[in-house]
């Protein structure tokens, strides 16, 4: 399971290279979902988390490779891993990866009848003049936190005074 953990990124170089990952190159091959995606880029005062989306703001696919496996203990595990290329010209300054975002080539990537070379050509980065990246508070690495107001950049949660019971002391 902690292998499984660290593997949540495959990069698409060394996809048909790697064991953990050949295979479902070949035969499991998924689209993830999403609307945006985050990295916290460095800056002088700390990491910023920044959102990155289309500016179209569309949902859209990221390239990913789905496994099924058995844990030491004899789990049945459904993972993925979601497919990360070199970065565009917008992402660069974020981050040294990006994942792969598919739009229009989606059934390509989910195609049996391309070869693998094929299906390695579809992971490049996206164009970056479609793309739009924003800050957002630095209050969303809590994951327990989950709230419209964490895209807007310098949100803070409000104070929240506390007021006690009226108590008698022990004196009274």
């Known amino acids: 399971m902690a292998i499984g953990s660290k593997m949540i990124n495959a990069r698409a170089e060394t996809l048909a290279e790697k064991p953990s990952f050949r295979n479902a190159l070949k035969s499991r091959r998924c689209l993830v979902p999403a609307d945006g995606f985050y990295e916290w880029m460095p800056t002088g005062r700390g990491k910023q988390p920044m959102r990155i989306s289309l500016k179209s703001e569309e949902i859209f696919s990221l390239a ?10 004899g789990e049945v595990v459904h993972s993925f891993t979601i497919i990360t290329t070199e970065p565009n010209e917008l992402m660069a300054p974020i981050h040294d990866r990006m994942p792969v975002i598919l739009t229009s080539n989606e059934n390509d990537w989910l195609s049996d009848e391309l070869f693998l070379r094929q299906h ?53």
Do not use: H, R
Request: net charge negative; hydrophobic share 40%.
């Open 120 to 172: 390695l050509s579809i992971l490049k980065p996206y164009p970056s003049q479609e793309m739009v990246v924003k800050p957002v508070s630095k209050l969303l690495k809590n994951v327990e936190l989950d709230m419209p107001e964490l895209l807007v950049e310098g949100y803070v949660l409000p104070s929240v005074e506390y007021s006690s019971p009226e108590m008698n002391t022990l004196f009274d």
């Open 64 to 73: 990913g490779l789905w496994e099924t496996w058995k844990s030491p203990v």
